[in-house]
RNA sequence: GAUUCCGUAGCUCAGCCGGUAGAGCAUAACACUUUUAAUGUUGGGGUCCUGGGUUCGAGUCCCAGCGGGAUCACCA
């Protein structure tokens, strides 16, 4: 074992069991009573500095710079770093200065956890700091932590940077990147900010199944796995909208989850095999409902989590204030392409394609075609957030049939940053309609879609029994999260995003 | 899945035309009682991702594998 351990390792183990010959545990039980943040005490001494003449503070250690008798260290906290001031003559009893010659000095190593209380003062060069009075050892670190440095402009030198080992080992990316651990706070900011405005609104935050017998409510290829007692199959939920409709069958009005779903496909910086949506539905409106509420729900996430609706994503400001723009999906085809495709057949549509050099194939229908105009001619170009409205039917297995618009149907998607954000339609709520969807889907399956959905005969029972007019919404959180907090990939805003096995 | 780039000390990275492995920080020892990328002096630390091949000789060239990044395809 100990031929594995690198130089550094083996050191802090031999630090450690003197720490124990001494007489001190590394790994105290005692809770450590801390009455400051490092954060409280920088912002609260210059302005009541009587109040900090007994702190007590616990954090990791960062850096330390020991001159003989005196040393300085800057600690670390949940909310920031603090530097403390350790005097030999003032922690030690006197006569003994083993304590600080021993422990401290020798003994101790960036990464500890450590306790202390003191005085808080102002240092010659003017940084606040704690002068110590007692120190305890709380966590003994025995392995070493990348060192990152910032010098008096703000460079930072030699940052941990390497995604393979950030991802793998989160735990020390959050201890060595502040900027990281901010993106985590602001992302449950923005779930937070979602839960409370759908509260405010009386809808209701439930749980359905993420095991389910049929995988439904998405176009996509689920995960599969056995239940031993049942000896069945059973799928991860690739999304909970059948779910969710069955509530509003059930009389509620309104219904959200936030969900982790997934889905067996390819891996990239906008896809991970398990992602996490909010769906939500509403009955008794509809998607142009849908959209003002969503509108302003998303305005309000941006002010909350930057501090104002145009937020800063790599080149681009966005901006989310009221209203968006809204586009049916033929506008914003003709907007980019200059082509009305509004009234052509599927025969038009393919050449049409052909000449934009958009990327099709034979098998696609008409569906498909203006789909893959869009996605590549218009959505990669929509930066700001747009409401794209009133889609092909084909795409559309869930959604009603517009209410004047033949071949289309009550739908939109806001896209943001060239990428869609959000789905929504007003829902179908005729049995026998959907009955018919569900038929086509199970015709495009046989033929090798394996993406098609499957017909779910409980959840057509429940709309049987009659489901009001709703509308019905989901929103990645991941992709949102992405662009509030201006991350390149999605393995930024996921604690542990997916990784293969290390070697 | 395809293409392409990358993998060297705890971390960040050099390493030329193939010739006995380098730097900064970290670490160890000593010095230093207001430093802050602390400083000074002296040390230690390597399965050069793995396995083959070419060669007198491979971190370096070739092949395969593993892992990661980027782009593309599928998808949200």
Redesign the pocket.
């Known amino acids: 074992m100990s031929q594995n351990l690198?130089?550094?390792?083996q050191?802090?183990r031999e630090?450690l069991l003197a720490i124990r010959n001494m007489g001190i545990d590394p790994y105290p039980a005692a809770a450590f009573p801390v009455t400051h943040t490092s954060k409280a005490i920088l912002e609260g001494f210059p302005i009541h500095p009587d109040d900090y003449t007994e702190v007590s503070f616990a954090g990791r250690i960062m850096?330390?710079?020991?001159?003989?008798?005196?040393a300085?260290t800057?600690l670390q906290d949940a909310v920031g770093k603090i530097?403390i001031?350790v005097?030999?003559?003032d922690i030690c009893p006197p006569g003994d200065l083993s304590l600080y010659d021993e422990l401290f000095?020798?003994?101790l190593?960036?990464g500890d956890i450590i306790g202390v209380t003191g005085y808080v003062?102002?240092?010659?060069?003017?940084?606040t700091?704690i002068?110590v009075k007692t120190l305890t050892l709380l966590s003994k670190s025995l392995?070493?932590?990348?060192?990152?440095?910032?010098?008096?402009e703000g460079?930072v030198?030699?940052?941990?940077?390497?995604?393979?080992?950030?991802?793998?080992m989160r735990y020390v990316d959050l201890i060595v990147n502040p900027q990281v651990r901010e993106v985590f706070i602001k992302r449950s900011r923005i779930v937070n900010t979602m839960r409370s405005f759908m509260n405010t609104f009386g809808f209701l935050e439930v749980e359905t199944p993420i095991l389910q017998p049929l995988y439904g409510g998405?176009?996509?290829r689920p995960f599969k796995t056995h239940h031993n007692a049942l000896e069945m199959t059973l799928y991860m939920r690739i999304a909970n909208e059948l779910y969710l409709k069955r509530l509003i069958v059930g009389g509620y009005d309104g219904v959200y989850e936030f969900s982790k779903?997934f889905?067996n496909?390819?891996?990239?910086?906008?896809?991970?095999?398990?992602?996490t949506?909010v769906e939500l539905y509403v009955a008794y409106k509809d998607y142009q409902w849908m959209m003002d509420f969503v509108e302003e729900m998303i305005e309000r996430v941006a002010v909350e989590v930057t501090g104002s609706t145009e937020v800063q994503v790599g080149e681009h400001i966005i901006s989310f204030k009221r209203p968006w723009k809204r586009f049916t999906m033929f506008e914003a085809i003709e907007h980019f392409t200059g082509i009305d495709i509004s009234a052509m057949d599927e025969q038009q549509l393919f050449k049409t394609a052909r000449e934009l050099r958009v990327?099709v194939d034979a098998t696609m229908g008409k569906g498909k075609l203006i789909d893959?105009i869009f996605?590549?001619k218009c959505e990669p170009y929509l930066i700001q957030p747009t409401f794209i409205t009133d889609y092909p039917v084909e795409m559309s297995p869930l959604a009603k049939k517009h209410r004047s618009k033949d071949g289309l149907v009550e739908r939109f998607e806001a896209i943001c940053n060239g990428?869609?954000?959000m789905?929504s339609f007003s829902e179908l709520n005729d049995p026998i309609d959907q009955r018919h969807r569900f038929e086509a889907q199970l015709e495009l399956g046989k033929r090798g879609d394996e993406?098609a959905m499957q017909l779910d005969e409980d959840f057509l029972r429940a709309l049987e029994y009659g489901m009001p007019p709703t509308a019905g919404i989901g929103i990645?959180i991941?992709?949102l999260s992405m662009i509030m907090t201006n991350q390149?990939?999605?393995?930024d805003v996921l604690l542990f995003?997916h990784?293969?096995?290390?070697?």
Do not use: C, W
């Open positions: 690198s130089e550094q390792e050191i802090r630090s850096s330390r710079r020991i001159m003989g008798k005196a300085f800057v530097q001031y005097r030999g003559e000095k020798k003994h190593d960036i003062f102002t240092t010659k060069t003017g940084e700091s002068h392995r070493p932590l990348p060192i990152v440095k910032t010098d008096a460079n030198h030699d940052a941990f940077t390497d995604p393979e080992l950030r991802y793998r998405a176009a996509a779903d889905r496909e390819g891996m990239d910086r906008f896809h991970n095999p398990e992602f949506q990327h893959e996605g590549e990428k869609e954000i789905n993406e990645g991941d992709r390149h990939a999605i393995q995003p990784m293969r096995p290390e070697g």
